[in-house]
């Protein structure tokens, strides 16, 4: 219990919107209560309808209100639960509309600590169903839990007026099934639930592993290892199953005998109550036979709160999201054009860790200057490019561009630099629309001249769909260069003075990097670049070399410099142009 | 309703006879409760005291757990051949998986594989239980009751009998037609619930390019786009509930107002007609169940033909042809391939009049442009492909094979890819995947030579490091040296075949790790395709592809000198610098 009201104490994603929409959620929950009420009004009015007709009354329209209401409850039930299921599907979704919205603006705060690889492509998929899994939580646990309780109290406050003693035994027995055996499937299912996850992503780690490394698995010969190494997860996934399947089973019958006994609590009750006169006595039939609609409505209340356990999981998830407004209010803007990055003295580690990546490094780049950035990998490139970005903050030492610190300058952060990094995103829709993300105000003349400056011009022509090309999601219709062009065009429509080149080449073959080096240094030639790179392929575009090891720029000059002056670096320019004899 | 394929899972028609036998007797079940019940009833009708309604109450109750019992029973006697079929399923997927190979895997992608073998036999299983008993449920139980309402009054059961049919037609065409309208909006549908994720994953783009705050509403805008579309389907798609819904309750209503008439004509008594209202609802019950499940059933169905699908995938036989045991490759051993054509469709061949030689240790590079199929030739020389039938011939050591899916083959060479899969277990079981009964100071003198010592050192458990889950914490270099280290642990295996496993690597650690592989060529034979031009020199023989085929083939100094096609492909990949 604290921990459900633990779940509760921060959260901003489940109740808030309980109350937001509030008039759809009390019409949802009324017409849920309607269809349940028409259920049992149908077999109580049909009940007293044949016990009434039993008793030959002289004139059919003695039996004519029971007739209509007969007929109305039977129509009345299927409706209520048609506009039930529209009104809680909509609502829902409203809901989900918001959820999506707020966990974008959520996300985005964070945006490029998201490195586009699949893991924090996965995290995003999780945190998308897990929208999805807290809309089920409305649909399956809290629309039927609380029109359960609503009929529950009313059934007990309607026998309560008959007879009092009467009221508070079926408080006792209703109160089994909605809310004892709830609790209790919950708090079974509720220390299965982590080993049941852990079983089930053991054997989902276990699988991956054998799936991406089958290659290994069949030229090792080790057959029989494969299939030996599969059993136990198999036999612990069943065995798992097992036990959920049999409590259920027992549970719901444990349930039914409940119903069982109210049944014969109310025989009993009408012996009492109900045989004063013949009158009276045709309502016992109504009574008894309202029960039985009343079943499948409280009996799903113990499967909808034992899913608890799982949207739990979720609802902490989203709610340990950082939804914070961003302060900005010491953002400022570059007054003149762009002239010097400075990053000067730099210290950083990353937290938690004490080795340092760097210690005092500096580096200038003035405007139109273009500078090349190698060293192996794990030796904090990309850190460097975060840092330079405004990403992350130094430990000491400044990074500037005109004297403004970038820490300052981060809303402008579109306006000064451009982006081309090892996988940049396509998103799925036209090439127009992609490339015009650009300069969103960029005139379709203006995009298909970028297109054009990125040598896709005879490509995108020969396309049926031509500009209106749809790319699929990822980009997947294009090919790793293509991909790299549309972004390059992309940049273009930028027109930021700074461009920052993220390895953009590192997958693609040899004559495709060229090409591509040779376009993006034609069509960026007016351009401050920064260019992270994992060998030389190219380097005689750019007037500054530098390497980074341990921290330092260990060698530092241009191309031709370090060429004469630097053997290893002669070393590493031959071996990259295949002269290399060992 | 029911795959014909359920019923071919071993076990399955003794089962159905028993479910359906016990469906009978909960019939009869219901029969007595709804009985018994109306019997206390009518006592009490006529005013009679409790005393006189004590045994019918009792039979109730007996009755009435009885038929709860059987339910329960039903789910005991379903379950353990649910549980041997879908352990049985896993398991044979799992063979099929291996006798499939890698390259099933890269044409159905990884997350798809997973996906079959774990949630779609859960869904199997579900459907396995849901299905079965629920459908006999169906096919008997109403019949019961009905028989039983016939010889009290048959004019109600024909009432019943004539709407059930009525029933199932009704939401037949219903469901028809939300499906039309599902498949109209599909595409438009499916491209907008994809577009949160698509949007998520662009975020550093959007980010870089300043669009990151003003996408926040077009993700609304799309969202509520999305919510009207999907009530518009949801609005057809639950008509066919409704229908169900509407027609069972109103058919309870009328047989109610119908008994109501009888009464009061006094052409029935109230005992009967009680039993037949209580039965009504029971009457119906089956149906509501199956339907409920429906969408769930219909999941395990696809899953379940989905699974039998990839059972049914042929799978190269004839792996034997060289035998079981690891060759014994020598100085005079051969491998011969003319003429080999291979295609991934069965059309267009991606490989075409393949014609080499390879003996003894002679290194082999393969060049060409990318697409050009270096990949294909070399997991076609691992037999990950099979080449197309009764193109070609391949022969090792003389003898005809007719692919390299041979175990004896497979289990003789190394492959190094340009991404090394790297297991999640310890760097120790990683490096002895190969040899696992290998002991710890072997596997250290491998991990010695493969240059892994300086890394190993910082590790916080040394060998005994887990590592893998995608390589996480483990660089591309490293990765080629675990590769490497397995090599070096097992030297019986004399041929290497080796995919590009420089190519994303920067150019120091390329240059450090060609240290480390240089000494395993040696007495190996080696095929090596790549793009690094450096390797070249390294090669005695070089193969250079062009469109699936080989167009040049050599030493390096006879290519070198004719102005062929490893000549331009030379200048062209050397002029990116």
Redesign the interface.
């Known amino acids: 219990m604290k921990d459900f009201l633990a779940t509760f104490k921060h959260d901003t994603w489940v109740m808030p919107y309980l109350r937001k929409y509030k008039k759809l959620l009390a019409l949802t929950l009324f017409l849920g209560l309607m269809t349940f009420f028409c259920g049992s009004a149908l077999m109580f009015n049909s009940g007293y309808l044949i016990s009434k007709a039993a008793r030959h009354p002289y004139n059919i329209l003695m039996i004519y209100v029971p007739v209509v209401l007969t007929r109305a409850f039977g129509i009345g039930r299927p409706a209520f639960r048609y506009a039930e299921r529209i009104t809680s599907h909509n609502w829902v979704l409203r809901i989900v509309s918001d959820f999506r919205k707020k966990l974008y603006q959520a996300v985005s705060k964070h945006a490029v600590a998201i490195r586009q690889n699949f893991q924090t492509g996965d995290v995003l998929s999780l945190l998308a169903d897990d929208i999805d899994h807290i809309e089920n939580l409305y649909l399956r646990t809290v629309f039927p839990t609380v029109i359960a309780w609503t009929m529950y109290v009313l059934i007990v406050l309607a026998l309560g007026y008959f007879t009092w003693w009467f009221g508070l035994l079926m408080l006792l027995l209703l109160g089994l099934v909605v809310i004892v055996m709830p609790l209790w499937s919950v708090l079974i299912n509720g220390a299965r639930e982590s080993r049941g996850r852990q079983i089930q992503q053991g054997f989902y780690t276990q699988l991956t592993d054998a799936v991406m490394g089958l290659g290994d698995w069949l030229i090792s010969g080790r057959q029989q290892d494969f299939y030996d190494r599969q059993t136990k997860p198999i036999s612990e996934i069943a065995a798992l199953r097992r036990q959920d399947h049999r409590f259920q089973w027992w549970r719901d019958f444990t349930i039914q005998l409940i119903f069982g006994v109210i049944c014969l609590a109310l025989l009993v009750w009408s012996s009492f109550y109900w045989t004063t006169n013949q009158a009276s006595a045709n309502w016992i039939a109504a009574f008894v036979l309202s029960v039985f609609p009343l079943v499948d409505a409280m009996q799903s209340v113990s499967q909808g709160v034992s899913e608890w356990p799982s949207y739990q999981r979720s609802i902490k998830r989203v709610n340990a999201l950082d939804t914070a407004p961003i302060d900005d209010h010491d953002q400022t803007k570059l007054t003149e054009p762009f002239a010097l990055l400075r990053v000067a003295d730099l210290n950083y580690a990353y937290p938690q860790t004490q080795r340092p990546i760097f210690h005092g490094l500096n580096l200038t780049l003035t405007a139109g200057e273009k500078l090349a950035l190698l060293g192996p990998s794990g030796t904090g490139k990309s850190t460097l490019l975060r840092l330079i970005l405004g990403d992350l903050t130094p430990d000491a030492g400044a990074v500037q561009l005109n004297d403004v610190p970038i820490a300052r300058l981060q809303n402008e952060r579109a306006q000064l630099f451009g982006v081309l990094d090892q996988q940049p995103y396509l998103f799925n829709t036209t090439i127009m629309n992609n490339v015009r993300m650009g300069n969103e105000d960029a005139s379709d003349a203006e995009v298909r001249a970028a297109l054009k400056a990125v040598a896709l011009e005879p490509l995108i022509q020969s396309l049926p769909d031509g500009y209106e090309t749809v790319v699929e999601e990822g980009g997947s219709r294009f090919s790793g260069g293509e991909r790299q062009r549309l972004a390059l065009a992309r940049i273009l429509l930028q027109d930021a003075p700074i461009i920052i080149l993220d390895e953009p080449t590192v997958s693609l073959d040899p004559i495709t990097e060229s090409k591509l080096l040779d376009t993006v240094f034609e069509v960026l030639q007016d351009k401050t670049i920064l260019w992270v790179t994992h060998h030389l392929a190219g380097i005689d575009h750019v007037d500054q070399v530098r390497f980074l090891e341990d921290g330092q720029f260990d060698m530092a000059g241009t191309p031709e410099e370090l060429y004469r002056r630097e053997a290893r670096f002669r070393r590493l320019y031959e071996l990259d142009r295949g002269q290399e004899g060992v | 309703m029911f795959d014909p394929a359920l019923f071919k899972l071993p076990g399955m028609r003794r089962l159905t006879v028993i479910l359906s036998l016990l469906a009978v007797i909960e019939g009869l079940c219901i029969i007595g409760q709804a009985t018994a019940?109306s019997v206390?009833?009518v006592g009490?009708?006529?005013?009679?005291?409790?005393a006189t309604?004590v045994q019918p109450?009792l039979w109730?109750?007996l009755a009435?757990?009885a038929r709860?019992?059987l339910?329960?029973g039903k789910?005991?006697l379903m379950?353990p051949f649910v549980?041997r079929t879908?352990?049985d399923l896993?398991?044979r997927v799992?063979?099929k998986?291996?006798q499939l190979?890698?390259s099933y895997?890269a044409k159905t992608g990884?997350g798809n594989?997973?996906t079959t073998?774990?949630e779609g036999i859960d869904k199997v299983?579900t459907y396995l239980?849901l299905v079965v008993i629920k459908v006999i449920d169906m096919l008997v139980i109403p019949w019961v009751i009905l028989i039983f309402i016939a010889i009290i009054r048959w004019r109600e059961a024909l009432f019943l009998l004539a709407i059930f049919p009525l029933i199932i037609i009704f939401m037949i065409i219903l469901g028809y037609a939300a499906q039309a309208k599902a498949d109209r909006q599909y595409v438009g549908y499916q491209?907008m619930s994809?577009?949160?994720?698509?949007?998520?994953?662009?975020?550093?783009?959007?980010?870089?390019?300043?669009?990151?705050?003003q996408?926040?509403?077009n993700?609304?805008q799309v969202?509520?786009g999305?919510?009207k579309q999907?009530?518009a389907v949801?609005?057809i798609a639950?008509?066919s509930?409704?229908a169900l819904?509407?027609f069972t309750?109103?058919s309870?209503?009328?047989v109610?107002?119908f008994?109501?008439?009888?009464?009061?004509d006094?052409t029935i008594?109230?005992l009967p007609?009680?039993i037949i209202?209580?039965l009504a609802?029971d009457y119906f019950l089956p149906l509501r169940q199956f339907a409920s499940d429906y969408h769930a059933t219909l999941n395990g169905k696809n899953a379940f033909a989905a699974v039998q699908k990839m059972l049914a995938l042929p799978v190269a036989t004839e792996r034997q042809q060289l035998g079981t045991q690891?060759l014994n490759w020598t100085a005079n051993s051969s491998l011969s391939l003319q003429a080999v054509d291979f295609s991934y469709d069965g059309a267009q061949p991606a490989l075409k009049k393949i014609n080499l030689t390879a003996t003894g240790f002679q290194r082999i590079g393969i060049i060409g442009?990318?697409g050009s199929g270096k990949s294909t030739l070399i997991n076609l020389l691992?037999g990950?492909l099979t080449p197309m039938p009764g193109h070609g011939t391949i022969s090792v050591n003389g003898q005809p094979v007719t692919h390299l899916s041979q175990?004896a083959w497979?289990?003789s060479?190394?492959?190094i890819?340009q991404h090394p899969?790297l297991?999640?277990a310890t760097l120790a079981e990683n490096i002895a995947?190969?040899q696992?009964a290998a002991g710890i100071s072997a596997i250290g003198r491998a991990a010695d030579k493969a240059g892994l010592t300086a890394w190993i050192k910082t590790l916080p458990a040394g060998l005994e490091t887990k590592i893998?889950?995608?390589a996480?914490g483990v660089?591309?270099?490293q990765a080629q040296r675990i590769a490497l280290a397995r090599a070096f642990l097992d030297d019986r295996r004399k041929i290497l075949l080796f995919d590009e496993p420089t190519?994303?690597?920067?150019?120091?650690?390329?240059?450090a790790l060609?240290?480390t592989i240089?000494p395993v060529l040696d007495q190996h034979l080696v095929f090596f395709a790549t793009?690094?031009?450096?390797w070249?020199?390294?090669m005695d023989y070089v193969l250079v592809l062009d469109h699936g085929q080989i167009v040049e083939q050599g030493t390096p100094a006879e290519l070198a000198q004719h102005n062929g096609a490893y000549v331009r492909l030379?200048q062209?990949?050397?002029?990116?610098?």
């Open positions: 019940l206390a009833i009490l009708w006529h005013l009679h005291g409790l309604i109450m109730f109750a009435w757990s709860q019992l339910v329960v789910n005991h379950y549980e879908t352990g896993r398991r799992m063979q998986l291996y190979g890698p895997v990884t594989v997973v073998a774990l299983q239980m491209r994809n577009h949160f994720v698509d949007t998520l994953r662009g975020l550093p783009t959007l980010k870089q390019l300043g669009l990151s705050r996408y926040a509403n993700v609304y969202s509520e999305y919510r999907t009530l949801i609005k639950m008509l509930t409704f819904d509407f309750t109103l309870i209503a009328v109610a107002v008994l109501g008439f009888g009464l009061i006094g008594s109230l007609a009680l209202l209580v609802p690891p442009a990318s691992g990950f175990q497979q289990q060479f190394f492959y890819p899969y297991f999640h995947f190969y696992p893998g889950e995608g996480r660089s591309g270099g190519a994303h690597l920067d150019i120091e650690t390329e240059a060609k240290q240089l793009h690094r031009l450096h070249i020199n390294q030379r062209e990949m050397g002029g990116a610098i």
